[in-house]
């Protein structure tokens, strides 16, 4: 079966991928062709129910298995995602390094439950919050300034999700730092999380 992953030889990165496969809803029941084959595969089932056995075989079917570093079924929790592919991150955000967690996906694919979650499985922008709040208070001798913004990037517009009466917003060019949105330190590709210190 094709399988699509990241060249062997590549062990050290600094960019990671996660894929979360949220719980069907009761009208997507009947096409249910993801599977979770262990926690770096995934398994898209070809949708055509019709393709008999001989063509599943002779692989003339759309069936896939694709590779991420982390893959996460329908039954994990956003602080299961939290520790196993964003934790070690923030911690280095408290030591002065850069790290941005951003959620990608269609309308409806679940990464506003995944970065903002619920009181009972909170998401991963409040659980790093307060791995970070957890760090500054353990650091006695540095003075810290936290910044927190929320945006959207919609159809290749941004727009800032804690103003919303503000319209979307403009990239700028900063000397320093390359292109910052609107002058904001977070951005968010239909949901993303940029953390700076
Ligand atoms: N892990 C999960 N467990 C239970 N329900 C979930 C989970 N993930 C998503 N959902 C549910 O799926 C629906 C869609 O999720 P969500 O609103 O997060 O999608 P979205 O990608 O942010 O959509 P949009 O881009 O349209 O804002 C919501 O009803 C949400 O509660």
Not at 133 to 160: A, G, H, P, Q, W
Request: charged share 25%; proline share 4%.
């Amino acid at each position: 079966m094709p399988s699509i992953s990241a060249p062997s030889s590549k062990k050290a990165t600094t960019l990671s991928v996660a894929v979360k496969c949220r719980p069907l809803t009761e009208k997507e029941r009947c096409r249910n062709i993801i599977r979770v084959h262990n926690d770096k595969e995934i398994l898209v089932l070809d949708p055509d129910l019709s393709k008999d056995y001989l063509e599943r075989i002779q692989h003339r079917t759309k069936q896939r298995t694709y590779a991420f570093d982390y893959a996460f079924g329908p039954s994990s929790l956003n602080s299961d995602v939290y520790k196993r592919s964003v934790c070690s991150t923030i911690a280095g955000v408290v030591q002065g390094l850069n790290a941005t967690v951003f959620a990608y996906g269609s309308t409806g694919s679940g990464k506003t439950y995944t970065m903002v979650g619920t009181k009972d499985d909170p998401g991963l922008m409040v659980l790093s919050l307060n791995t970070i709040f957890d760090l500054i208070k353990d650091n006695t001798s540095d003075k810290f300034e936290v910044t927190c913004s929320y945006l959207e990037v919609y159809n290749e517009v941004i727009y800032d999700l804690l103003e919303k009466s503000s319209g979307h917003l403009e990239l700028r060019e900063d000397p320093e730092q390359g292109i910052v949105v609107a002058g904001l330190r977070a951005i968010k590709v239909n949901t993303l999380f940029d953390l700076r210190n």
